[in-house]
């Protein structure tokens, strides 16, 4: 790994484990494994864009609804941040800095966008993590309305957001006035973000020819100070599939001592995971 890609890995693993994690910084450094050539400068041109944008917005806003409506005015309308189901075939709608320029993106990362402006210009926002769809909220829990920033910041109904998640899982919406309060919480910032690498290990699992940005997210994934045991033993087969036998069967067989104690016939078959992928050297 190179220096600056050491020191972009150290920026995010300190940010992640700091007392306020900054949701846009790692998202950018996110991108910025993806668009390496960005460097510093592009970097902070992301920064500025989303300072610039949150300054478009008008003054003395008041209230969620009236907050939803000139979001959805500026970036939906007006600047055309949106997505489409072609987006979803792209890495770039995964990476902040390319949905800043491209103005097109996953559900998460336009929220991601909706929210860092809108926090910048002083509003009450949140990420609402729905199953299969992400969306945004704005306003206390007793005004609250969600928005759609994938449609342009469609404001949402609380059945608006059953029929998302039904459409999303396959699963029937049925009658009523919404989803459960649960549903519809705050999203924590780390959990945005683990997500948005999830979205991208699942591109790239699509696209085995793809196997350094399946590693560099599994990695990425691996510095936040809470994630799945789990993707330790990914981390082992992303660098096995890449032919870094020794390495990937040395990380299976310390993912087998974790699950010994309470999967003692995992464990037993992930070390014979590891043998065979030591057997391939040979």
């Known amino acids: 790994m190179d220096p600056e890609a050491a020191e972009r890995r150290q920026r995010f693993a300190e940010q992640a484990r700091g007392e306020r994690p900054d949701l846009a910084t790692l998202c950018l450094l996110i991108g910025a494994e993806g668009e390496p050539a960005l460097g510093e400068a592009g970097l902070d041109a992301a920064q500025a864009e989303l300072d610039r944008l949150a300054g478009l917005l008008p003054y003395g806003i008041r209230g969620a609804r009236a907050w939803a409506a000139a979001l959805a005015g500026l970036l939906g309308t007006r600047l055309g941040f949106g997505g489409s189901p072609a987006d979803y075939d792209r890495l770039e709608s995964s990476l902040l800095p390319a949905v800043l320029r491209r103005r097109r993106g996953l559900p998460i990362l336009l929220s991601v966008v909706w929210m860092e402006v809108a926090r910048r210009a002083g509003a009450r926002v949140y990420g609402v993590a729905l199953p299969g769809h992400f969306v945004i909220g704005l306003g206390d829990p007793a005004e609250q309305v969600l928005a759609d920033p994938f449609a342009g910041g469609r404001p949402l109904t609380g059945q608006d957001a059953k029929n998302l998640v039904a459409e999303a899982t396959g699963l029937a919406a049925g009658a009523g006035d919404g989803l459960s309060p649960g549903l519809i919480s705050p999203a924590d ?63 299976m067989e310390e993912y087998a001592e974790v699950v010994e104690a309470v999967e003692p016939s995992t464990a037993e078959a992930i070390r014979r995971r590891a043998r065979a992928a030591r057997a391939m050297l040979n």
Request: aromatic share 6%; glycine share 4%.
């Open 189 to 251: 910032p780390l959990d945005i973000v683990l997500r948005v690498l999830n979205n991208i290990r699942a591109w790239a699992a699509a696209r085995p020819e793809r196997g350094d940005v399946a590693l560099w997210a599994v990695e990425l994934s691996l510095l936040l100070p809470s994630h799945p045991a789990r993707l330790r033993y990914d981390h082992a087969q992303v660098l096995i599939q890449r032919g870094e036998f020794l390495s990937g069967a040395a990380e």
